[in-house]
């Protein structure tokens, strides 16, 4: 895959868990049925058999339920048992971006932790973008591989909605994929 693909790929990503889809969104997502394809049979026959009203009541439901409620997408908390975020230097994630020359400005978001999914998958759309291939993959094996498909196998059992149960599979199967492309480059 070229990197302006997988930059895409991650962009698009990142977007899903930042927040829940508004309606702009649903309607560009059914709107593009290699997306669609993209993301799983059972999201493209359900975006395009419901209309865009319910297919926003439903998936605002289920992010709010699996990523606010029941769970947070922040590999602190996941990888840590103490139940806090990390912040500043302090978290791992923070330190990476440091030591490979990075700043995140966390006020041009609403997302309060640096090592939340939809971060990491930005910082990983960046390195693409820049062919820092070397990065990516330390990225990915030290940190995201870690803690990302433990955390998705078990948010399929939270999501309802095909959209995030076939999101989940993506991500993993993408973020797998990835990092053996990256590995077999270096």
Not at 46 to 64: P, Q, R
Not at 80 to 88: A, C, P, R, T
Not at 111 to 124: G, N, Q
Request: glycine share 2%; net charge negative.
């Amino acid at each position: 895959m070229d990197n302006k693909t997988k930059a895409f790929v991650y962009a698009f990503l990142s977007r899903c868990y930042q927040k829940e889809l508004d309606k702009k969104a649903i309607e560009d997502l059914k709107s593009n049925e290699e997306l669609l394809d993209l993301i799983g049979p059972d999201t493209k026959k359900w975006f395009l058999s419901n209309d865009i009203e319910k297919i926003e009541e439903e998936l605002n439901v289920d992010y709010s339920s699996a990523f606010l409620i029941n769970s947070q997408p922040v590999e602190t908390l996941v990888e840590d048992s103490k139940g806090e975020i990390l912040v500043g230097l302090q978290n791992p994630v923070m330190q990476f971006y440091f030591n490979h020359g990075y700043e995140i400005n966390m006020n041009q978001t609403d997302i309060l932790a640096p090592d939340h999914l939809s971060i990491e998958l930005s910082f990983m759309q960046n390195l693409i973008y820049r062919n820092e291939k070397k990065s990516a993959f330390e990225f990915l094996k030290e940190h995201m591989l870690k803690w990302v498909p433990p955390y998705l196998i078990g948010i399929k059992s939270l999501v309802e909605t095909p959209f995030y149960k076939d999101l989940a599979d993506l991500t993993i199967e993408f973020l797998l994929s990835d990092y053996e492309e990256l590995k077999n480059s270096l």
